[in-house]
């Protein structure tokens, strides 16, 4: 699979995830799971996920402070998490964002590709972000992604195909075998295959970041909580949902 020379930068990637995940989390909320409207309407926000470990990956290659990249992903887990839980019902300990997961991941990747970490210390690191993402959205199916884009850094073929295994193995099997086929009449597990969309936005990849802004930088970080905040308060003070539902 060779990587087709198209211009789609970092940040014109980042902006599709966004729109995506805004679009799934606002569903998620507002439609009916037990529809086929519901569940179709969740198809798109599918690659939102694979993206946003994509870029995380890329970034610990290209940052110039890999310790302030993970700092900053764990400050926003930290003012995220009650956004999350709160737009989507969560108790304060039962879930988390999936920026706590990315930074777990980036973690991870940082230990693998370690010069001064034992060989042997690598998978222990990496299962122990693994099993500190299991509470958040996407769990250690976004650590594991994370640690493969950035081990096969520079081999796009490579990338997708441990994304896929990955993505099959950890994600969608186990999906299947929760809720099997059918769930309550509808096939939910279905479209969790929607992370395979992704496959091709990311073969549109120039390489590049596009225009380089610091208001750009720091949207993508507070779109994060922003958007669960205001799905919170569309949820909590409007009748939104009675129009959807």
């Not at 996920?49 to 302030?68: D, L």
């Not at 879930?95 to 998978?123: E, F, H, Q, R, Y």
């Not at 929607?194 to 496959?199: N, R, Y």
Request: proline share 4%; charged share 10%; aromatic share 18%.
């Amino acid at each position: 699979m060779e990587k087709i020379n198209y211009s789609l930068t970092a940040n014109e990637l980042k902006i599709i995830a966004i729109a995506a995940m805004f679009f799934d989390h606002f569903c998620a909320v507002f439609l009916d799971h037990g529809t086929i409207i519901g569940l179709v309407s969740r198809t798109p926000g599918r690659i939102a996920a694979p993206i946003f470990c994509y870029f995380v990956s890329e970034g610990y290659h290209y940052t110039s402070n890999r310790e302030k990249y993970i700092s900053r992903l764990l400050i926003f887990a930290a003012i995220s998490h009650l956004p999350y839980n709160l737009a989507f019902g969560f108790t304060f300990f039962q879930a988390t964002s999936i920026i706590w997961g990315l930074a777990m991941g980036l973690v991870a990747l940082a230990a693998v590709k370690s010069d001064k970490l034992p060989l042997l210390v690598k998978p222990v690191v990496v299962a122990a972000c693994c099993a500190l993402a299991v509470t958040a959205n996407w769990n250690y199916v976004a650590v594991l992604w994370i640690v493969a884009f950035g081990l096969f850094h520079g081999n796009f073929k490579k990338q997708i195909l441990a994304f896929c295994a990955i993505g099959i193995v950890f994600h969608l099997i186990p999906i299947y075998l929760n809720f099997g086929s059918m769930h309550d009449g509808y096939p939910h597990w279905w479209y969790q295959i929607g992370i395979f969309l992704a496959i091709p936005l990311l073969a549109l990849y120039s390489g590049k970041l596009g225009k380089k802004s610091k208001t750009m930088s720091w949207f993508f970080y507070v779109f994060y909580p922003g958007h669960l905040l205001l799905i919170y308060l569309l949820d909590r003070f409007t009748s939104l949902s009675t129009l959807f539902m």
